[in-house]
C-alpha cells in the first residue's frame, strides 16, 4: 500500500510563475521528507528536505510547506524556469533510512 | 562531492540470462540501495544494505538477489533475466537521511 502519494502524474507552468508540486503521506512516523528531482536518463538529485517537527523549508527558489495535521507537504517553486522541467518525487523516511517515494509529478515549465 | 557509479548505462540482455548491476560509492557511506523506476510505478525499493554481508528485503524482491562484499560495493543480482525486469535500475547510498543516487542502468531483456 502506497504511503506517499502524488495525486498529479504532470503539471504545466509558464516561466517565471509559481510550480506547486503536491504530495500526501498516510503514516504519521515519517519524521522527514525530501524532494528530488529527475531528469531523463540520470539518477534522482536531492533537492530539498524538512524535518517533521518544522513546518516550512525555504532554500532559494525552492520552499517546501508541510501541514502535519492533513499529512500534505508542497514543494513551491518561484520563479519557475524551463530548466526546473523535470520529475519530481516526494519521499518520507522513518526508521532512519527507509526512503518511501511517490509516483512522481512531471513538471513541463514552458516559455 | 559524493559519487555513486554504476557500472553499466545501458545494458541489454536475453531472457534467462544471469545479470550483474554493480554500484560503487566513494564516501564510505554504511547504508546502500538498489531501487527499480518505472513509468507511473515511482521509484520501488529492491533491496538494501546497512553494512557490509548485510541485506535487507524492500518492496519487490521477487527475483533479486544482492551482495554486498565491501562497504564501497553493492550489487544486484538477477538470477535468470525475465522481460518484466526490463526497467531503470537506480543505486543509491546515505550515511544519513539524504539518499545520494548513481546515475542509474537502464536493462532492456529480451
Known amino acids: 500500500d502506497q504511503q506517499v502519494k502524488q495525486n498529479s502524474p504532470s503539471l504545466s507552468v509558464q516561466e517565471g510563475r509559481i510550480s506547486i508540486l503536491n504530495c500526501d503521506y498516510t503514516?504519521?512516523?515519517?519524521?522527514?521528507f525530501l524532494w528530488y528531482k529527475k531528469y531523463p536518463a540520470e539518477g534522482p538529485t536531492f533537492l530539498i528536505s524538512?524535518?517533521?517537527?518544522?513546518d516550512k523549508n525555504e532554500d532559494g527558489r525552492f520552499t517546501v510547506f508541510l501541514n502535519k495535521s492533513a499529512k500534505h507537504l508542497s514543494l513551491h517553486i518561484v520563479p519557475s524556469q524551463p530548466g526546473d522541467s523535470a520529475v519530481y518525487f516526494c519521499?518520507?523516511?522513518?526508521?532512519?533510512?527507509?526512503?518511501?517515494f511517490g509516483k512522481g509529478t512531471s513538471l513541463l515549465v514552458t516559455p | 562531492d559524493v559519487k555513486v557509479t554504476q557500472s553499466s548505462r545501458y545494458l541489454v540482455k536475453r531472457t534467462g540470462e544471469k545479470v550483474f548491476l554493480e554500484c560503487v560509492q566513494d564516501?564510505?557511506?554504511?547504508?546502500m540501495f538498489w531501487y527499480r523506476q518505472d513509468p507511473g510505478l515511482g521509484l520501488r525499493l529492491i533491496y538494501f544494505?546497512?553494512?557490509?554481508?548485510?541485506?535487507e528485503k524492500g518492496d519487490i524482491p521477487e527475483g533479486y538477489s544482492v551482495s554486498r562484499e565491501k562497504k564501497e560495493r553493492f550489487s544486484l543480482i538477477l538470477e535468470s533475466a525475465s522481460t518484466n525486469q526490463t526497467s531503470m535500475y537506480l543505486c543509491?547510498?546515505?550515511?544519513?537521511?539524504?539518499?545520494?543516487f548513481g546515475p542509474g542502468t537502464r536493462l532492456t531483456v529480451t
Open positions: 543509491a547510498s546515505t550515511f544519513g537521511i539524504e539518499q545520494y
Open positions: 503514516n504519521s512516523m515519517f519524521d522527514y
Open positions: 524538512i524535518s517533521s517537527i518544522k
Open positions: 519521499a518520507a523516511v522513518y526508521s532512519g533510512y527507509a526512503l518511501n
Open positions: 564516501m564510505d557511506h554504511e547504508n
Open positions: 544494505s546497512y553494512d557490509v554481508k548485510m541485506k
